[in-house]
């Protein structure tokens, strides 16, 4: 076997793609959950999650 067939080949990366470090990633994932209106109170987080358990499915 030749070394080629041998080694896995990398997935190409996304068009417009940029590399991000691990700091970099983290303030962009915290801006985004920002934007989501997420935020780190537990009394909010339960109060949606109760209205969404509630939501009854489309259709129905």
């Known amino acids: 076997m030749t070394e080629?067939?041998?080694?896995?080949?990398?997935k190409p990366a996304k068009l417009?793609?940029?590399k991000l470090t691990p700091e970099?990633?983290?303030r962009r994932f915290i801006e985004a959950a920002q934007a989501?209106?997420?935020g780190e109170?537990?009394?909010?987080?339960d109060a949606n999650l109760?209205?969404?358990a509630r939501a009854k499915p489309p259709g129905s």
């Not at 080629?4 to 990398?10: H, L, Q, S």
């Open 4 to 10: 080629a067939a041998t080694k896995p080949k990398a």
């Open 16 to 18: 417009g793609a940029e």
């Open 24 to 26: 970099a990633q983290k």
């Open 36 to 38: 989501a209106g997420a």
């Open 41 to 45: 109170d537990e009394a909010a987080f």
């Open 50 to 52: 109760k209205r969404i």
